[in-house]
Protein backbone atom coordinates (compact mmCIF):
# COMPACT_ATOMS: atom_id res chain seq x y z
CA UNK A 1 0.00 0.00 0.00
CA UNK A 2 1.50 3.53 -1.00
CA UNK A 3 1.62 6.32 1.30
CA UNK A 4 -0.25 9.29 0.59
CA UNK A 5 2.09 12.27 -0.61
CA UNK A 6 2.18 15.03 2.50
CA UNK A 7 0.09 17.69 1.89
CA UNK A 8 1.09 21.37 2.16
CA UNK A 9 -0.41 23.41 4.87
CA UNK A 10 -2.96 25.74 4.37
CA UNK A 11 -3.93 29.55 6.66
CA UNK A 12 -6.23 28.33 9.05
CA UNK A 13 -8.08 31.89 8.35
CA UNK A 14 -7.93 31.01 4.59
CA UNK A 15 -8.17 28.01 3.58
CA UNK A 16 -6.99 28.65 -0.19
CA UNK A 17 -3.68 29.99 0.71
CA UNK A 18 -0.62 27.69 1.33
CA UNK A 19 1.60 28.38 4.05
CA UNK A 20 4.65 26.65 5.72
CA UNK A 21 4.60 29.76 8.59
CA UNK A 22 2.77 28.98 12.14
CA UNK A 23 2.17 30.79 14.96
CA UNK A 24 5.02 30.94 17.47
CA UNK A 25 1.87 30.68 20.08
CA UNK A 26 -0.74 28.48 18.50
CA UNK A 27 1.05 26.40 15.88
CA UNK A 28 -1.58 27.00 13.79
CA UNK A 29 -0.77 27.99 9.70
CA UNK A 30 -0.77 31.58 8.74
CA UNK A 31 -0.46 33.08 5.62
CA UNK A 32 1.16 36.47 5.17
CA UNK A 33 -2.04 38.65 5.84
CA UNK A 34 -2.70 37.07 8.87
CA UNK A 35 0.91 37.18 10.10
CA UNK A 36 1.69 39.99 13.22
CA UNK A 37 5.15 40.92 14.38
CA UNK A 38 5.94 39.38 17.93
CA UNK A 39 8.92 39.41 19.92
CA UNK A 40 9.80 35.79 18.57
CA UNK A 41 8.77 34.93 14.92
CA UNK A 42 4.67 35.72 14.30
CA UNK A 43 1.75 35.34 15.72
CA UNK A 44 -1.91 35.07 14.70
CA UNK A 45 -4.98 37.93 14.95
CA UNK A 46 -6.35 36.04 17.62
CA UNK A 47 -3.18 35.08 19.95
CA UNK A 48 -2.38 38.90 19.57
CA UNK A 49 -5.50 40.10 20.96
CA UNK A 50 -5.08 37.71 23.48
CA UNK A 51 -1.81 38.98 24.54
CA UNK A 52 -3.23 42.01 24.63
CA UNK A 53 -5.75 41.16 27.11
CA UNK A 54 -3.85 39.39 29.22
CA UNK A 55 -1.18 42.38 29.50
CA UNK A 56 -1.91 44.81 32.70
CA UNK A 57 -1.93 48.42 30.85
CA UNK A 58 1.28 50.73 31.85
CA UNK A 59 0.78 52.87 34.71
CA UNK A 60 2.44 55.70 36.13
CA UNK A 61 4.29 55.89 39.25
CA UNK A 62 1.34 57.37 40.48
CA UNK A 63 -1.30 54.95 39.39
CA UNK A 64 -2.46 56.88 36.48
CA UNK A 65 -2.62 55.55 32.89
CA UNK A 66 0.23 56.22 30.65
CA UNK A 67 -1.88 58.02 28.00
CA UNK A 68 -2.04 61.00 30.00
CA UNK A 69 1.60 61.35 27.86
CA UNK A 70 -0.60 62.57 25.30
CA UNK A 71 -1.65 65.28 27.06
CA UNK A 72 -5.43 65.02 26.24
CA UNK A 73 -6.69 66.89 29.24
CA UNK A 74 -4.60 69.43 29.00
CA UNK A 75 -5.25 70.28 25.68
CA UNK A 76 -9.47 70.06 25.87
CA UNK A 77 -8.93 72.00 29.04
CA UNK A 78 -7.43 74.72 27.34
CA UNK A 79 -10.08 74.45 24.83
CA UNK A 80 -12.82 74.81 27.28
CA UNK A 81 -11.25 77.98 28.59
CA UNK A 82 -10.71 79.36 24.77
CA UNK A 83 -14.49 78.44 23.91
CA UNK A 84 -16.12 80.37 27.33
CA UNK A 85 -13.74 83.16 25.97
CA UNK A 86 -15.24 83.76 22.63
CA UNK A 87 -18.91 83.34 24.14
CA UNK A 88 -17.87 85.93 26.37
CA UNK A 89 -16.86 88.16 23.82
CA UNK A 90 -20.21 87.16 22.30
CA UNK A 91 -22.11 87.54 25.14
CA UNK A 92 -20.98 91.11 25.33
CA UNK A 93 -22.63 92.30 21.77
CA UNK A 94 -23.36 96.19 22.17
CA UNK A 95 -21.22 96.81 24.81
CA UNK A 96 -17.62 98.28 25.22
CA UNK A 97 -15.78 94.90 25.88
CA UNK A 98 -14.89 94.30 22.10
CA UNK A 99 -12.54 91.04 22.89
CA UNK A 100 -14.04 90.25 26.79
CA UNK A 101 -11.96 93.27 28.42
CA UNK A 102 -12.06 96.61 28.63
CA UNK A 103 -8.20 98.01 29.26
CA UNK A 104 -5.42 97.96 26.15
CA UNK A 105 -8.27 98.07 23.60
CA UNK A 106 -10.38 95.55 25.26
CA UNK A 107 -7.50 92.82 25.76
CA UNK A 108 -7.68 92.99 29.38
CA UNK A 109 -10.00 93.47 32.22
CA UNK A 110 -13.40 94.69 31.98
CA UNK A 111 -16.42 92.16 32.60
CA UNK A 112 -19.16 90.50 30.50
CA UNK A 113 -22.54 89.14 30.76
CA UNK A 114 -21.30 85.53 30.78
CA UNK A 115 -18.37 86.89 33.03
CA UNK A 116 -21.44 88.27 35.58
CA UNK A 117 -23.00 85.12 35.41
CA UNK A 118 -20.32 82.89 36.33
CA UNK A 119 -17.59 84.71 38.89
CA UNK A 120 -17.11 84.00 42.17
CA UNK A 121 -19.54 86.66 43.51
CA UNK A 122 -20.98 86.37 47.18
CA UNK A 123 -22.99 88.82 48.21
CA UNK A 124 -25.82 89.33 51.02
CA UNK A 125 -26.26 93.04 52.03
CA UNK A 126 -28.69 93.95 55.42
CA UNK A 127 -31.95 94.90 54.40
CA UNK A 128 -31.63 93.06 50.79
CA UNK A 129 -31.84 89.58 49.03
CA UNK A 130 -28.93 88.12 48.78
CA UNK A 131 -27.36 87.63 45.45
CA UNK A 132 -24.59 85.57 43.98
CA UNK A 133 -23.04 82.25 46.00
CA UNK A 134 -25.02 83.70 49.45
CA UNK A 135 -28.34 83.32 46.78
CA UNK A 136 -27.56 79.61 45.86
CA UNK A 137 -25.27 80.02 42.96
CA UNK A 138 -23.31 77.14 43.99
CA UNK A 139 -22.34 76.99 40.43
CA UNK A 140 -20.21 79.73 40.22
CA UNK A 141 -17.35 77.70 42.24
CA UNK A 142 -16.94 75.71 39.28
CA UNK A 143 -17.66 77.97 36.00
CA UNK A 144 -15.46 80.77 37.65
CA UNK A 145 -12.44 78.64 36.71
CA UNK A 146 -12.97 78.66 33.06
CA UNK A 147 -13.94 82.26 32.48
CA UNK A 148 -11.50 85.25 31.99
CA UNK A 149 -11.26 88.95 32.16
CA UNK A 150 -9.82 89.85 28.78
CA UNK A 151 -7.67 87.81 26.05
CA UNK A 152 -4.71 88.64 27.76
CA UNK A 153 -5.72 87.03 31.20
CA UNK A 154 -6.90 84.18 29.12
CA UNK A 155 -3.19 83.83 27.47
CA UNK A 156 -1.22 84.34 30.30
CA UNK A 157 -3.55 81.74 32.70
CA UNK A 158 -3.60 78.76 28.99
CA UNK A 159 0.30 79.54 28.74
CA UNK A 160 1.45 78.35 32.38
CA UNK A 161 -1.09 75.58 31.86
CA UNK A 162 0.71 74.35 28.87
CA UNK A 163 3.89 74.04 30.58
CA UNK A 164 2.60 72.35 33.68
CA UNK A 165 -0.20 70.23 32.71
CA UNK A 166 1.98 68.53 30.32
CA UNK A 167 4.20 67.58 32.83
CA UNK A 168 1.96 67.00 35.43
CA UNK A 169 -0.60 64.85 33.67
CA UNK A 170 2.22 62.73 31.99
CA UNK A 171 3.21 61.75 35.40
CA UNK A 172 -0.39 61.53 37.32
CA UNK A 173 -2.47 59.97 33.94
CA UNK A 174 -5.39 61.63 32.79
CA UNK A 175 -8.19 61.07 35.44
CA UNK A 176 -5.70 62.29 38.43
CA UNK A 177 -4.63 65.23 36.95
CA UNK A 178 -7.82 66.76 35.69
CA UNK A 179 -9.15 65.90 39.46
CA UNK A 180 -6.02 67.60 40.54
CA UNK A 181 -7.08 70.30 38.02
CA UNK A 182 -10.49 70.79 39.62
CA UNK A 183 -10.12 70.53 43.07
CA UNK A 184 -6.97 73.34 43.30
CA UNK A 185 -9.82 75.43 40.87
CA UNK A 186 -12.46 74.74 43.32
CA UNK A 187 -10.10 75.53 46.21
CA UNK A 188 -9.18 78.56 45.36
CA UNK A 189 -12.46 79.78 44.07
CA UNK A 190 -13.94 78.63 48.08
CA UNK A 191 -10.77 80.76 49.74
CA UNK A 192 -12.01 83.90 47.26
CA UNK A 193 -15.46 83.45 48.54
CA UNK A 194 -14.26 83.19 51.88
CA UNK A 195 -11.84 85.97 52.57
CA UNK A 196 -12.38 88.61 49.57
CA UNK A 197 -14.70 91.19 50.11
CA UNK A 198 -18.37 90.57 49.54
CA UNK A 199 -19.04 93.07 46.44
CA UNK A 200 -15.96 91.66 44.57
CA UNK A 201 -16.26 89.38 41.45
CA UNK A 202 -13.22 87.21 40.86
CA UNK A 203 -12.95 84.82 37.66
CA UNK A 204 -9.88 82.72 35.77
CA UNK A 205 -7.75 79.11 35.82
CA UNK A 206 -5.19 81.08 38.15
CA UNK A 207 -6.90 79.29 40.84
CA UNK A 208 -6.10 76.05 39.54
CA UNK A 209 -2.92 76.71 37.83
CA UNK A 210 -1.36 77.94 41.47
CA UNK A 211 -2.35 74.61 42.26
CA UNK A 212 -0.35 73.33 39.70
CA UNK A 213 2.54 75.43 40.41
CA UNK A 214 2.14 73.55 43.84
CA UNK A 215 1.45 69.87 42.91
CA UNK A 216 4.56 70.34 40.69
CA UNK A 217 6.58 71.10 43.29
CA UNK A 218 5.67 68.07 45.18
CA UNK A 219 5.62 65.67 42.32
CA UNK A 220 9.09 66.72 41.27
CA UNK A 221 10.62 66.01 44.40
CA UNK A 222 8.15 62.19 45.19
CA UNK A 223 10.01 61.56 41.81
CA UNK A 224 13.86 62.91 42.98
CA UNK A 225 13.90 65.51 40.43
CA UNK A 226 15.41 69.19 41.03
CA UNK A 227 12.77 72.02 41.08
CA UNK A 228 15.30 74.70 41.44
CA UNK A 229 13.91 75.96 38.14
CA UNK A 230 10.08 76.18 39.14
CA UNK A 231 10.73 77.67 42.20
CA UNK A 232 11.41 81.21 40.82
CA UNK A 233 8.67 80.67 39.11
CA UNK A 234 6.60 80.56 41.54
CA UNK A 235 8.49 82.92 43.93
CA UNK A 236 7.34 85.78 40.80
CA UNK A 237 4.19 84.92 40.28
CA UNK A 238 2.95 84.86 44.50
CA UNK A 239 5.14 88.73 43.76
CA UNK A 240 2.85 89.61 41.23
CA UNK A 241 -0.09 88.67 43.37
CA UNK A 242 0.65 90.22 45.94
CA UNK A 243 1.29 93.61 44.60
CA UNK A 244 -0.16 94.08 41.66
CA UNK A 245 -4.16 95.91 42.28
CA UNK A 246 -7.02 93.62 41.37
CA UNK A 247 -5.57 89.78 41.46
CA UNK A 248 -7.17 87.83 43.59
CA UNK A 249 -4.81 87.20 46.47
CA UNK A 250 -7.42 84.27 48.28
CA UNK A 251 -8.51 82.61 45.19
CA UNK A 252 -4.27 82.04 44.35
CA UNK A 253 -3.30 81.18 47.53
CA UNK A 254 -6.38 78.97 48.17
CA UNK A 255 -5.77 76.87 44.95
CA UNK A 256 -1.93 76.99 45.89
CA UNK A 257 -2.69 75.21 49.11
CA UNK A 258 -5.41 73.09 47.92
CA UNK A 259 -3.85 72.02 44.84
CA UNK A 260 -0.75 70.79 47.13
CA UNK A 261 -2.79 69.32 49.63
CA UNK A 262 -4.57 67.10 46.97
CA UNK A 263 -1.14 66.48 45.47
CA UNK A 264 0.27 65.49 48.42
CA UNK A 265 -2.54 62.68 48.46
CA UNK A 266 -1.71 61.55 45.29
CA UNK A 267 2.24 61.65 45.66
CA UNK A 268 2.22 60.08 48.68
CA UNK A 269 -1.12 57.63 48.70
CA UNK A 270 0.77 53.90 49.92
CA UNK A 271 1.61 51.95 46.78
CA UNK A 272 -0.86 48.81 48.41
CA UNK A 273 -3.92 51.01 48.23
CA UNK A 274 -3.46 53.79 46.34
CA UNK A 275 -6.51 54.11 44.45
CA UNK A 276 -8.71 54.08 47.63
CA UNK A 277 -6.52 56.70 49.50
CA UNK A 278 -6.28 58.77 46.57
CA UNK A 279 -9.97 59.07 46.57
CA UNK A 280 -10.62 58.77 49.70
CA UNK A 281 -8.04 61.73 50.39
CA UNK A 282 -9.79 63.86 46.98
CA UNK A 283 -13.44 63.30 48.62
CA UNK A 284 -11.87 63.98 52.18
CA UNK A 285 -10.93 67.95 50.77
CA UNK A 286 -14.02 68.28 49.07
CA UNK A 287 -15.72 67.48 51.74
CA UNK A 288 -14.24 70.22 54.06
CA UNK A 289 -14.08 72.70 51.22
CA UNK A 290 -17.77 72.44 50.74
CA UNK A 291 -18.16 72.53 54.96
CA UNK A 292 -16.47 76.14 54.55
CA UNK A 293 -18.99 77.40 51.93
CA UNK A 294 -21.98 76.19 53.85
CA UNK A 295 -20.93 78.07 56.52
CA UNK A 296 -19.83 81.24 55.13
CA UNK A 297 -23.23 81.32 53.12
CA UNK A 298 -24.67 81.31 56.50
CA UNK A 299 -22.67 83.46 57.97
CA UNK A 300 -23.66 85.94 54.94
CA UNK A 301 -27.21 85.63 55.61
CA UNK A 302 -26.91 85.92 59.27
CA UNK A 303 -25.09 88.96 59.19
Request: proline share 6%.
Given at each position: ?22 C ?7 C ?28 T???G ?24 I ?7 A ?32 P ?32 V ?30 L ?44 V?T ?62
Amino acid sequence: MSESPPTTPVCYRHPGRETYVRCTRCDRPICPDCMREASVGHQCPECVNEGRRSVRPARTAFGGGAAGRHGYVTKALIAVNVLLMLLSIASDRGGDAAVGGSGFGGLLGGSTPLTDWGSVYGLAPPGFPPNGIADGDYYRLLTAMFLHYGVIHLLLNMWALWVLGRSLEANLGPLRFAALYLVAGFGGNVAAYLFSAQNAATAGASTAIFGLFAALIIIERKMGRDISQVLPILVINLVFTLTVPGISIPGHLGGLVVGGAMALVLAYAPRGRRTLVQFGGGAVILLALLGLVLLRTAQLLAG
